[in-house]
């Protein structure tokens, strides 16, 4: 058959409409409301959509974080009450931030009936006492080595000072993290999150040291850095560490005297001003039910919080007993970190950046 | 007389109308675009900021002191460190592109001359992310060109050495479009001011210094102030390439605005970096005009 312009033409019309065509009847006959979901990329983003297949309630669109969880609030804030997001997935900081602005939804615990085999004290509320976020795993953020290349065996946080570890540390940006790492300091060197000036004299003393070989802005460069053996040894939230331990070594300094872990849930937060908030809540009941939140724990690497999920062996280390807990973990007070977030990131950029 | 008089003035207004209706695009874009940002961030920037929150709260306090706190010792590295390594990857990616566009235009024939020239567009149109992760990949601390730097002595983890690297991602930026710019020039010098310099005993590199290098200057001129808009104001290059090590002011306001939130002083450092930015290109641009009507 000759192909004539006018037949090229109209074959290729037909097959827009029909491109078209399928495409509406494919929204029409979807299986309900399509939700706007903000979660971070890599393995988290992969757990989440494995969950969402699992389910056909609503359909979803998938918005990535970019940087830490807080980069979402000023895209929110910019355009609020006509915010576009149905959850935003986040931690401890971004959540206290949200309930600040009040933007999200209370949740009353009889629209997540799973809600009651996560453990009550972890909850987010606001200062009434009202539920504001919905956890689903526990995560951690603490210092590690890939032990392959590692210059040396780090023992304690003096180690970091080394003059074996020159361009081998990879240390989060001011921006990440909360700047926890500097709490870690801190509490090595005699202080806590409310006197943070021995922290501040520890960084400064690391930084002049030369040890540190990247300064990751983003959990990939975090990722990068490690994986192509720049840096061997940082601090960093286990969604990082998970990613290098994939194809490397890696020891993480969970459960070590010498060092602080830091525990961090992430959840869910529902967002005011929606049209589908119930579609939005069933389908978070959904994703920390049992079944799911171990589907979760395996693929995004974090470990679940209901109490009937498994947790996999290759997150024991984020498995702690009471005594455990009370030795290794320590809960900042995460208001003033927060509230101190502006003045760390101002000193980092004086005291610190200067000197890397 | 009369008749003639009220011709003029009805030229005028026909004018002045069609001057009017021609500029009113622009202007609209220009208003709505980028004034009213820039009201509203001259606004923004003299608001109270309440740590913890999103941005300044309603009804905050008016306060200088966003302005006051840039004061000091770091914000002025960070600035200059802006514009020394800006300044050095424009005038290196000048003194590349100005030999590179004058091969293109006087001795490439037509086809490789069209040739050239749809590689440089695809240069300029190609997204900087994967340039800056190229450069990375091949000078960067874990590069397949790393030991050669290593042999000159630099060490992959010194500043200098992270500083050669940000310059160079933003001159492999610089590059094709300060050729680009530098091409139309160079196309309208007479190739045979050069030949009867020539011709009368000027040898090839004094009759370029004489002839060529004047009459391109206001090209020059106008690359260069591209090339260093483009490199101050460069984000991703000195965040990936810069290992987070090298500060930009963008990335010092980005930091403010998106990731601590505090948008009245992410608004003072923006509006710090556009007077200092536009000081500098007018002093530029007036030192040109001064020699230019010398």
């Given at each position: ?5 006018r037949r ?8 827009g409409i029909?491109?078209?065509m ?8 979807a ?13 988290v983003?992969?757990a989440?959509?494995?969950i969402a297949?699992?389910q ?15 980069a ?6 910019a355009v609020?009450?006509?915010?576009d997001?149905?959850y ?6 971004s ?15 009889v ?23 919905v956890?689903?795993a526990?995560g ?11 210059p ?24 990440q ?28 003393d ?7 070989g ?8 975090f ?18 560490w ?7 070594p ?14 961090y849930q992430s ?16 389908f978070i009941n959904f994703?920390?039910?049992p079944e ?9 690497g ?8 498994s ?16 030795s290794f973990?320590y809960?900042p ?10 003045a ?13 | ?19 009017a209706?021609?500029?009113?695009p622009a ?6 675009g ?13 608001k109270?900021?309440?740590?913890g ?7 905050a ?10 004061a000091?010792?770091a914000?002025a ?6 514009f ?13 592109a100005f030999?590179?566009?004058?091969f293109?235009v ?5 086809r490789?001359?069209?040739l ?30 790393r030991?050669?730097?290593?042999t ?8 200098e050495?992270i ?9 492999h930026?610089?590059?094709p479009?300060?050729?680009l710019?530098l091409?139309?020039a ?18 090839g590199?004094?009759?370029h210094?004489?002839?060529t ?9 106008s690359?260069?102030l591209i ?18 090590r ?28 556009l007077a ?13 005009a ?5």
């Amino acid at each position: 058959m000759d192909m004539t312009r006018r037949r090229f033409m109209g074959s290729a019309a037909a097959l827009g409409i029909a491109g078209t065509m399928t495409g509406l009847a494919r929204s029409a006959f979807a299986a309900g409301p399509e939700l706007t979901a903000v979660e971070w990329g890599g393995d988290v983003v992969e757990a989440m959509k494995q969950i969402a297949a699992a389910q056909d309630a609503s359909t979803f669109n998938w918005v990535l974080h970019q940087g830490g969880a807080g980069a979402i609030l000023p895209k929110i804030k910019a355009v609020w009450p006509n915010v576009d997001f149905d959850y935003v997935a986040g931690w401890e900081g971004s959540f206290n931030s949200m309930v600040k602005e009040d933007w999200l939804e209370t949740i009353n615990p009889v629209d997540i009936p799973n809600l009651a085999d996560i453990p009550e004290k972890i909850i987010i509320r606001d200062g009434k006492g009202n539920i504001k976020a919905v956890p689903r795993a526990v995560g951690g953020m603490y210092f590690g080595a890939r032990t392959d290349i590692a210059p040396i065996a780090i023992k304690s946080i003096d180690d970091l000072l080394s003059p074996d570890l020159r361009g081998a540390i990879c240390w989060p940006g001011p921006t990440q993290s909360m700047m926890l790492q500097i709490v870690a300091l801190a509490l090595h060197a005699g202080g806590s999150e409310t006197n943070m000036e021995p922290g501040w004299k520890l960084m400064q003393d690391l930084a002049k040291s030369g040890n540190i070989g990247r300064v990751a802005v983003t959990d990939i460069d975090f990722t990068n850095s490690l994986t192509s053996s720049e840096t061997s040894v940082g601090f960093f939230a286990e969604p990082g560490w998970a990613a290098v331990a994939k194809n490397f070594p890696v020891t993480r300094f969970t459960k070590d005297s010498n060092f602080k872990a830091f525990l961090y849930q992430s959840g869910f937060g529902v967002m005011k001003n929606r049209p589908n908030t119930r579609a939005t809540l069933d389908f978070i009941n959904f994703a920390i039910s049992p079944e799911m939140s171990a589907l979760y724990a395996k693929v995004a690497g974090e470990a679940p919080l209901n109490s009937k999920a498994s947790t996999p062996d290759n997150l024991k280390h984020l498995a702690f007993t009471p005594e455990e807990f009370s030795s290794f973990v320590y809960v900042p007070d995460y208001n003033v970190v927060l509230e101190q977030q502006d003045a760390w990131s101002k000193r980092w950029e004086q005291d610190i950046a200067p000197l890397l | 007389m009369t008749n003639a008089r009220q011709q003029t003035a009805a030229i005028s207004i026909s004018d002045r109308r069609d001057r009017a209706i021609t500029l009113a695009p622009a202007v609209l874009v220009l208003a709505f675009g980028f004034l009213s940002p820039l009201i509203n961030l001259a606004i923004e920037s003299l608001k109270e900021f309440t740590p913890g929150r999103v941005g300044s709260v309603e009804n905050a306090a008016t306060t200088v002191q966003n302005y006051h706190e840039l004061a000091n010792q770091a914000f002025a590295n960070v600035l200059l460190t802006t514009f020394w390594i800006g300044g050095v990857a424009a005038l290196v990616g000048q003194l590349v592109a100005f030999p590179l566009a004058y091969f293109i235009v006087r001795r490439l024939s037509p086809r490789m001359r069209t040739l050239a020239l749809g590689f440089l567009i695809t240069l300029v149109l190609s997204s900087v992310l994967i340039k800056t992760y190229a450069i990375e990949l091949t000078f960067g601390s874990v590069g397949i060109l790393r030991p050669l730097l290593l042999t000159v002595g630099l060490s992959a983890n010194s500043r200098e050495y992270i500083n050669i690297v940000v310059i160079a991602g933003l001159v492999h930026s610089i590059i094709p479009v300060a050729t680009l710019t530098l091409m139309g020039a160079m196309q309208s010098i007479d190739p045979r001011l050069l030949d009867a310099a020539q011709s009368l005993g000027a040898p090839g590199w004094k009759a370029h210094l004489s002839i060529t290098l004047p009459l391109s200057l206001p090209a020059l001129v106008s690359s260069t102030l591209i090339s260093l808009t483009f490199a101050i104001s460069a984000f991703v290059i000195p965040m990936v390439l810069g290992r987070g090590r090298v500060l930009f002011m963008s990335n010092v306001i980005y930091t403010r605005f998106s990731d601590i939130a505090n948008y009245p002083s992410g608004a003072a450092i923006s509006l710090v970096m556009l007077a200092t930015a536009l000081a500098v290109i007018s002093v530029i641009t007036l030192a040109h005009a001064w020699k230019s009507r010398r």
